[in-house]
């Protein structure tokens, strides 16, 4: 016996074939919902529509191209601190958050974006799409000595 699988999304039939059937979805036609099927057999009979839990339509991936780091460059003395600004492109990205390193965490850490001089010297600081770990921007934080003052 063969079966008839007709897929609905609210009233609206979106699909309907041979059971089992696949059916791909356009995420912009069809972003999310609940989706209901019935069976229909060959003399016409049809089920009562059940639920299909398993259906998941998906948003496409949009990739990160590029992150960003503002300033480039900073100079700070030890024990204080500086802000860096991240920028994704394209800003519609899946996820636009980034991971934050330093190449020497003696010299400066890092925390959201946040730099504490630790010591002096040069450190890179990364941050890293959370979206593929591979696009990256940097920029270099000099940290300094604070002047000695005499008092």
């Known amino acids: 016996m063969t ?3 007709n897929i609905y999304r ?3 039939q979106i699909a309907s074939g041979i059971s089992p059937l696949h059916v791909k979805l356009d995420p912009a036609t069809y972003p999310a919902g609940t989706f209901k099927g019935e069976l229909v057999d060959d003399s016409g009979v049809k089920t009562e529509r059940f639920d299909f839990p398993e259906v998941v339509v998906s948003a496409p991936i949009i990739a990160v191209t590029k992150v960003t780091l503002t300033p480039e460059t900073a100079s ?4 204080n601190t500086t802000k860096l600004a ?3 492109e394209p800003t519609n990205a899946t996820d636009t958050g980034v991971n934050w390193s330093s190449s020497d965490t003696a010299v400066a ?14 450190s890179t600081i990364t941050a ?3 979206l593929d ?4 921007g940097t920029a270099q934080v000099t940290v300094i000595e604070p002047p000695v003052t005499e008092g």
């Not at 770990?133 to 990256?136: A, E, N, P, S």
Request: aromatic letters at 0%; proline letters at 0%.
């Open 86 to 88: 991240s920028a994704i």
């Open 133 to 136: 770990g591979k696009i990256t």
């Open 3 to 5: 079966e008839t699988l």
């Open 128 to 130: 890293m799409s959370k």
């Open 10 to 12: 609210d009233d609206e």
């Open 76 to 79: 700070i003395e030890v024990g």
């Open 109 to 122: 850490t890092v925390s959201g974006g946040t730099v504490t001089g630790k010591s002096a010297g040069v």
